[in-house]
């Protein structure tokens, strides 16, 4: 079976960090373009980052550049995102989903909606 599992959230203050893992059972990671979305309460959910089929491209929506860092670990068959300068704004759930196939146009084809396989989130909290 398939799967996605994030760990790694938490309460943490502001200016903390936390580092969020994506791990896949059941197939490879590295044949997927992997995504990172959050939701807040009573928000849309917003793309957050993205790293294409074997790390050949990364984005960042606006909000995080220069304090989130998308990575892969091929032999872990995971993802990580390290969040650092962390502000109450990213509190929300945290999800992870992996999309199949050609290498999308954008990270935007995943962050709205076009995955085969997503996580079941990790609440991260960025309070005093």
């Known amino acids: ?11 943490v203050q502001p200016g903390g ?3 969020l893992s994506c791990q896949a059972s059941g197939f490879s990671l590295d044949w997927y373009t992997v995504a990172w979305f959050r939701q807040a309460p009573g928000k849309e959910r917003e793309g957050v980052s993205c ?7 990364i984005e960042y929506t606006d ?4 304090r989130f860092t998308i990575s892969r670990d091929g032999a872990a068959n995971t993802v990580f995102l390290q969040m650092n300068s962390l502000e109450p704004e990213d509190t929300a759930v945290y999800y992870c989903a992996a999309l199949a196939g050609p290498v999308p ?6 962050w709205n909606g076009r995955f085969n396989h997503r996580g079941q989130g990790t609440q991260v909290t960025v309070s005093s």
């Open 1 to 11: 079976q398939p799967q996605l599992v994030e760990s790694g959230g938490g309460l």
């Open 17 to 19: 960090s936390l580092r």
């Open 51 to 57: 790293i294409f089929t074997r790390g050949t491209k």
């Open 63 to 66: 909000s995080v550049k220069g």
């Open 105 to 110: 146009s954008s990270c935007t084809v995943v």
